[in-house]
Nanobody
Framework: QVQLVESGGGSVQAGGSLRLSCAASGYTSSDYCMGWFRQAPGKEREGVALIYNGYFSTYYVDSVKGRFTISQDNAKNTLYLQMNSLKPEDTAMYYC????????????????????WGQGTQVTVSS
């Protein structure tokens, strides 16, 4: 059974940094897209940063390019999201997700393609 467990959320002031972690277990697919989604109150869930097969290619939504970095430590089965220069508009619940789907620097699959989700971790950025 696939399990994704996030950690690392919290409250910071604008301009600060946080690193989210997602410990994955039970995932055996050789072709997968993993990544981070976020959902703010009253808004749809959006893919923020994705990585294909652990290292091949990465996707970032325009609003976080140059500030967020996704990475994966395959030895530890852990996915990370380093978030720098945080803005109040980054405030949301952040979710780790995985799916048997393709993603690339120019292609973000729909949310429905991701069948496995963590419980979420809250990120709050104050001005």
């Amino acid at each position: 059974q696939v399990q994704l467990v996030e950690s690392g959320g919290g409250s910071v002031q604008a301009g600060g940094s946080l690193r989210l972690s997602c410990a994955a277990s039970g995932y055996t697919s050789s072709d997968y897209c993993m990544g981070w989604f976020r959902q703010a109150p009253g808004k749809e869930r959006e893919g923020v940063a994705l990585i294909y097969n652990g290292y091949f290619s990465t996707y970032y939504v325009d609003s976080v390019k140059g500030r967020f970095t996704i990475s994966q430590d395959n030895a530890k089965n852990t996915l990370y999201l380093q978030m720098n220069s945080l803005k109040p508009e980054d405030t949301a619940m952040y979710y780790c997700a995985a799916g048997h789907t393709y993603c690339s620097s120019s292609y973000r699959p729909p949310v429905a393609d991701f069948g496995y989700w963590g419980q979420g971790t809250q990120v709050t950025v104050s001005s």
